[in-house]
């Protein structure tokens, strides 16, 4: 007897399920896991359904579920397990956790039609006939007609043109003359021309293959199988005309295929690299394969310095994976990085493409949910994407994969607050797989995890074929400045590195961690300086917009031309940034081709493709970017690295600091020096003597680990102690002060109970985006004790009518900014 009530988990911020009943009609179709529509105070929101329940609550009314809209349920049940213990872990939504990790909701909208049926079509013409028609209203019949005038299909949106109420429609389809249909098809699929050879020996009588035509051959038969008809004309350097004729003559078949959104010009030319596994590699993928020989969970930490070939190691694990008939996520930190690492996987797991899905942010909604889908359906078994790609619905996985695990962008800054590494080792739990982490600079939870041995340590120590580590060195700013008496954002020593580069025709990344022109503006006559209107943040120059910005809230105002506070002339930019780096490098090396890459340059895919792809080509001798440039890529050609200030990370007030700098200096390093050409690395500080610099110039993880655990243990932070940062914030100064200190009695019940709360204080960022913010840090050896402590606490909000939406709670904070 199928059950009656289901909860269901719904994108609202509440911390519970909410309990429908199953019509009759929808008994057998509603699935654990399954989307559907249902009514939540006036609106439709759609939810996942997350139990069956015999036994409503009694203290409500219950409604309906009103629509399923998975035909297979949208989550598996591990995602179902996995969203729980997201929610609880985290302290997050249920629901909203579930649409984090769910497809975005195009079906809705893009896909679904309405049609005339057999039956319509014969009232249509009768309608055309100008026979009255008695039974039924003026407003359906209008539908009857516009549908006959639009050829028997009409969208949702159109329908909504027509300004006429759902119920009419509802009971035209209830009567069998208009159906509603769900289109699997996206809207824009392309074609494209794929060509194979055909495979037939030729007969003794036809003539022997001309050397172009080998080529063909060799490519589409032994090298890469079919190719799209522009690969394969550029890769074979022959005409269409010439491909045309052979397809007359019998030598190659031609299909036509719907592209695949993940396949995309980036890849042309592209035949993945093909090594045998040095010694190194060797040792730590035969760890890897001896996991799945057990076929159990484990998690393994593949330590590897920049360029010792790690994604090798992740390559030949996925197809380890394969091979036992499992599938793979990879996790990569940036959007960047998916074209580089997607494109090996797509070379290497099949030669059309198939197979591999790749799911990022910048996808548009429909190209997402395509992907999504192809994944549940089992058309690809693996998958790259970034950090929401831990969720893809993936059955039988045998394989995470998180490259540069140590990096934040895996951490969601915004509710639920996850963090994409440790939910994948959950996952690979809850689905008894392997969890590879794999970094030049692990997290410092992460080596500690792993020399405690929590985690097995696989090494790889010294970069491939033997190459050395790129020669850094200090540029020591204050000296430059005693000599100079000048500060430039490139000090001598940097332009010499950069002239001698461009001699050499080698290609140089410059790092410089802000974006926009200036970071900030000062009034040197009264010392105000700009501010964001709704944040505590001052505010970015962008000259090439000429606004000022604020990077938290979108805000921007115009240039003030005199100080708005006492009207002086002497409203001064300081602070260097891309844009204005970019600037003062065209007027210093005015031959050099130059680009720029920072989230104001790339905004889409495309972007990034072009500039990374011109990079990589030779078509630019000098990149300047932020973040963005030190993960991952391998560019052969650079022989210098530059970091504009080493500073502006290591002086933040975070415990993280020193961490965040010694990793970014040291990828950042790891870019040089990647081919042939040896590499050189020059990095520009206040702050020579601090260790985190000393040692990225060593390159000495171990040296780094061991100073900076001693930091950790004796300031009590992770990973010796868990955290947590709450935040209570509110627009309304008198009330975030209110509650702070309702929550500050609650918490001080707990005094001596294993938890320390520090605060309420005053948040570093005490506005942001209009709301004042105060915050508090508890600190716990063990991070249950703090998981109890604070749903006591949200539970106390409820009570006392404090907002759930006003108490931020962010548990393993990567900062307490
Ligand atoms: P990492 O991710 O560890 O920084 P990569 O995986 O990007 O390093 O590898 C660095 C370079 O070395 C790549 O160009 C890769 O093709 C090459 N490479 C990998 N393995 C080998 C090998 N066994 N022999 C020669 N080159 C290799
Ligand atoms: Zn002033
Ligand atoms: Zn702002």
Same mark, same amino acid.
């Given at each position: 007897?199928?059950?009656?009530?289901?909860?269901?988990?719904?994108?609202?911020?509440?911390?519970?399920?909410?309990?429908?009943?199953?019509?009759?009609?929808?008994?057998?179709?509603?699935?654990?896991?399954?989307?559907?529509?249902?009514?939540?105070?006036?609106?439709?929101?759609?939810?996942?359904?997350?139990?069956?329940?015999?036994?409503?609550?009694?203290?409500?009314?219950?409604?309906?579920?009103?629509?399923?809209?998975?035909?297979?349920?949208?989550?598996?049940?591990?995602?179902?397990?996995?969203?729980?213990?997201?929610?609880?872990?985290?302290?997050?939504?249920?629901?909203?956790?579930?649409?984090?990790?769910?497809?975005?909701?195009?079906?809705?909208?893009?896909?679904?039609?309405?049609?005339?049926?057999?039956?319509?079509?014969?009232?249509?013409?009768?309608?055309?006939?100008?026979?009255?028609?008695?039974?039924?209203?003026?407003?359906?019949?209008?539908?009857?007609?516009?549908?006959?005038?639009?050829?028997?299909?009409?969208?949702?949106?159109?329908?909504?043109?027509?300004?006429?109420?759902?119920?009419?429609?509802?009971?035209?389809?209830?009567?069998?003359?208009?159906?509603?249909?769900?289109?699997?098809?996206?809207?824009?699929?392309?074609?494209?021309?794929?060509?194979?050879?055909?495979?037939?020996?030729?007969?003794?009588?036809?003539?022997?293959?001309?050397?172009?035509?080998?080529?063909?051959?060799?490519?589409?038969?032994?090298?890469?199988?079919?190719?799209?008809?522009?690969?394969?004309?550029?890769?074979?350097?022959?005409?269409?005309?010439?491909?045309?004729?052979?397809?007359?003559?019998?030598?190659?078949?031609?299909?036509?295929?719907?592209?695949?959104?993940?396949?995309?010009?980036?890849?042309?030319?592209?035949?993945?690299?093909?090594?045998?596994?040095?010694?190194?590699?060797?040792?730590?993928?035969?760890?890897?394969?001896?996991?799945?020989?057990?076929?159990?969970?484990?998690?393994?930490?593949?330590?590897?310095?920049?360029?010792?070939?790690?994604?090798?190691?992740?390559?030949?694990?996925?197809?380890?994976?394969?091979?036992?008939?499992?599938?793979?996520?990879?996790?990569?930190?940036?959007?960047?990085?998916?074209?580089?690492?997607?494109?090996?996987?797509?070379?290497?797991?099949?030669?059309?493409?198939?197979?591999?899905?790749?799911?990022?942010?910048?996808?548009?909604?429909?190209?997402?949910?395509?992907?999504?889908?192809?994944?549940?359906?089992?058309?690809?078994?693996?998958?790259?994407?970034?950090?929401?790609?831990?969720?893809?619905?993936?059955?039988?996985?045998?394989?995470?994969?998180?490259?540069?695990?140590?990096?934040?962008?895996?951490?969601?800054?915004?509710?639920?607050?996850?963090?994409?590494?440790?939910?994948?080792?959950?996952?690979?739990?809850?689905?008894?797989?392997?969890?590879?982490?794999?970094?030049?600079?692990?997290?410092?939870?992460?080596?500690?995890?792993?020399?405690?041995?929590?985690?097995?340590?696989?090494?790889?120590?010294?970069?491939?074929?033997?190459?050395?580590?790129?020669?850094?060195?200090?540029?020591?700013?204050? !000296?430059?400045?005693?000599?100079?008496?000048?500060?430039?954002?490139?000090?001598?020593?940097?332009?010499?590195?950069?002239?001698?580069?461009?001699?050499?025709?080698?290609?140089?990344?410059?790092?410089?961690?802000?974006?926009?022109?200036?970071?900030?503006?000062?009034?040197?006559?009264?010392?105000?300086?700009?501010?964001?209107?709704?944040?505590?943040?001052?505010?970015?120059?962008?000259?090439?917009?000429?606004?000022?910005?604020?990077?938290?809230?979108?805000?921007?105002?115009?240039?003030?031309?005199?100080?708005?506070?006492?009207?002086?002339?002497?409203?001064?930019?300081?602070?260097?940034?891309?844009?204005?780096?970019? !600037?003062?490098?065209?007027?210093?090396?005015?031959?050099?081709?130059?680009?720029?890459?920072?989230?104001?340059?790339?905004?889409?895919?495309?972007?990034?493709?072009?500039?990374?792809?011109?990079?990589?080509?030779?078509?630019?001798?000098?990149?300047?970017?932020?973040?963005?440039?030190?993960?991952?890529?391998?560019?052969?050609?650079?022989?210098?690295?530059?970091?504009?200030?080493?500073?502006?990370?290591?002086?933040?007030?975070?415990?993280?600091?020193?961490?965040?700098?010694?990793?970014?200096?040291?990828?950042?390093?790891?870019?040089?020096?990647?081919?042939?050409?040896?590499?050189?690395?020059?990095?520009?500080?206040?702050?020579?003597?601090?260790?985190?610099?000393?040692?990225?110039?060593?390159?000495?993880?171990?040296?780094?680990?061991?100073?900076?655990?001693?930091?950790?243990?004796?300031?009590?932070?992770?990973?010796?102690?868990?955290?947590?940062?709450?935040?209570?914030?509110?627009?309304?100064?008198?009330?975030?002060?209110?509650?702070?200190?309702?929550?500050?009695?609650?918490?001080?019940?707990?005094?001596?109970?294993?938890?320390?709360?520090?605060?309420?204080?005053?948040?570093?960022?005490?506005?942001?985006?209009?709301?004042?913010?105060?915050?508090?840090?508890?600190?716990?050896?063990?991070?249950?004790?703090?998981?109890?402590?604070?749903?006591?606490?949200?539970?106390?909000?409820?009570?006392?009518?404090?907002?759930?939406?006003?108490?931020?709670?962010?548990?393993?904070?990567?900062?307490?900014?």
């Amino acid at each position: 007897m199928p059950a009656e009530y289901c909860n269901v988990a719904l994108p609202v911020p509440l911390r519970t399920a909410f309990t429908y009943a199953i019509p009759s009609t929808l008994r057998g179709e509603v699935q654990l896991g399954s989307r559907v529509v249902v009514p939540f105070r006036k609106k439709s929101l759609v939810g996942v359904v997350v139990e069956f329940v015999n036994t409503p609550p009694t203290e409500t009314k219950i409604r309906d579920v009103a629509k399923v809209l998975d035909l297979i349920p949208a989550l598996t049940p591990k995602l179902l397990q996995l969203g729980q213990w997201i929610a609880s872990y985290y302290l997050a939504p249920v629901g909203e956790v579930f649409r984090a990790m769910l497809p975005p909701v195009t079906e809705l909208t893009a896909r679904r039609q309405i049609v005339l049926t057999e039956a319509g079509k014969a009232l249509a013409n009768d309608v055309k006939a100008g026979k009255f028609l008695s039974d039924f209203s003026p407003n359906e019949t209008e539908v009857i007609e516009t549908l006959r005038e639009r050829k028997g299909v009409l969208t949702f949106s159109s329908y909504s043109k027509l300004r006429i109420e759902l119920a009419f429609l509802r009971r035209l389809v209830k009567r069998g003359y208009v159906e509603v249909q769900e289109s699997v098809e996206g809207r824009k699929r392309k074609v494209q021309t794929v060509i194979a050879w055909n495979g037939r020996e030729p007969s003794p009588e036809t003539k022997p293959l001309a050397e172009k035509e080998q080529r063909i051959r060799a490519l589409l038969e032994t090298e890469l199988g079919a190719l799209p008809l522009p690969q394969l004309l550029k890769l074979a350097g022959v005409s269409r005309a010439m491909i045309e004729r052979m397809l007359r003559d019998g030598l190659l078949d031609s299909w036509e295929e719907t592209i695949d959104p993940a396949d995309d010009p980036f890849d042309v030319g592209y035949s993945a690299p093909a090594h045998s596994l040095n010694e190194s590699q060797e040792r730590a993928f035969g760890a890897v394969r001896t996991r799945f020989e057990f076929g159990e969970f484990g998690v393994q930490l593949l330590h590897g310095v920049t360029g010792s070939g790690k994604t090798e190691v992740y390559l030949r694990s996925v197809q380890d994976a394969l091979a036992h008939g499992k599938t793979a996520i990879v996790l990569v930190p940036e959007i960047a990085l998916t074209l580089w690492i997607g494109r090996q996987c797509r070379a290497w797991f099949g030669a059309q493409f198939e197979g591999v899905a790749v799911l990022h942010s910048a996808l548009s909604d429909v190209e997402r949910a395509r992907e999504w889908w192809r994944v549940r359906n089992g058309q690809a078994r693996v998958v790259v994407g970034t950090r929401s790609a831990v969720f893809a619905p993936l059955e039988n996985l045998g394989l995470v994969i998180v490259d540069e695990e140590q990096e934040n962008s895996f951490k969601q800054e915004e509710t639920p607050r996850y963090h994409g590494r440790d939910v994948a080792i959950v996952r690979a739990k809850l689905e008894n797989a392997v969890a590879l982490l794999g970094s030049a600079t692990p997290a410092m939870e992460t080596y500690h995890n792993a020399t405690s041995g929590k985690y097995e340590l696989l090494t790889m120590a010294s970069r491939v074929e033997n190459r050395s580590l790129a020669m850094v060195e200090i540029v020591d700013l204050r !000296e430059e400045f005693q000599q100079t008496h000048q500060t430039s954002p490139i000090s001598k020593k940097l332009h010499q590195g950069i002239a001698e580069c461009l001699q050499s025709q080698t290609q140089a990344l410059i790092l410089i961690n802000r974006r926009g022109y200036s970071w900030s503006v000062l009034c040197r006559s009264c010392g105000a300086s700009a501010q964001c209107a709704n944040c505590s943040i001052s505010l970015t120059y962008h000259k090439s917009r000429n606004r000022l910005e604020c990077h938290y809230c979108g805000y921007t105002q115009a240039v003030p031309k005199t100080c708005p506070k006492c009207d002086s002339k002497y409203v001064y930019f300081f602070g260097v940034g891309s844009e204005h780096l970019e !600037e003062r490098l065209r007027k210093e090396f005015p031959g050099a081709r130059i680009g720029r890459l920072d989230r104001d340059t790339v905004r889409t895919k495309q972007q990034y493709q072009e500039t990374l792809g011109a990079f990589a080509g030779g078509a630019l001798d000098i990149l300047v970017g932020t973040q963005m440039l030190a993960k991952g890529h391998d560019f052969r050609r650079v022989t210098l690295v530059g970091v504009i200030s080493a500073d502006s990370s290591l002086n933040l007030p975070d415990f993280r600091a020193a961490e965040r700098t010694f990793q970014l200096l040291t990828q950042v390093a790891g870019r040089a020096g990647r081919g042939d050409l040896p590499g050189r690395v020059l990095i520009q500080t206040y702050n020579p003597e601090h260790y985190a610099i000393q040692d990225a110039v060593r390159q000495d993880y171990l040296s780094f680990y061991e100073k900076e655990l001693h930091f950790r243990r004796m300031m009590a932070y992770p990973p010796f102690t868990s955290l947590a940062n709450v935040i209570v914030r509110d627009t309304n100064l008198d009330y975030a002060i209110r509650w702070s200190r309702r929550l500050s009695e609650y918490f001080s019940q707990s005094d001596g109970k294993g938890v320390r709360v520090l605060g309420p204080a005053s948040a570093p960022l005490a506005r942001l985006k209009k709301e004042h913010r105060f915050q508090f840090v508890l600190k716990s050896p063990r991070r249950s004790v703090i998981t109890k402590l604070l749903s006591g606490a949200l539970a106390f909000c409820d009570v006392n009518g404090i907002p759930q939406t006003a108490v931020m709670v962010d548990m393993d904070p990567l900062t307490l900014m």
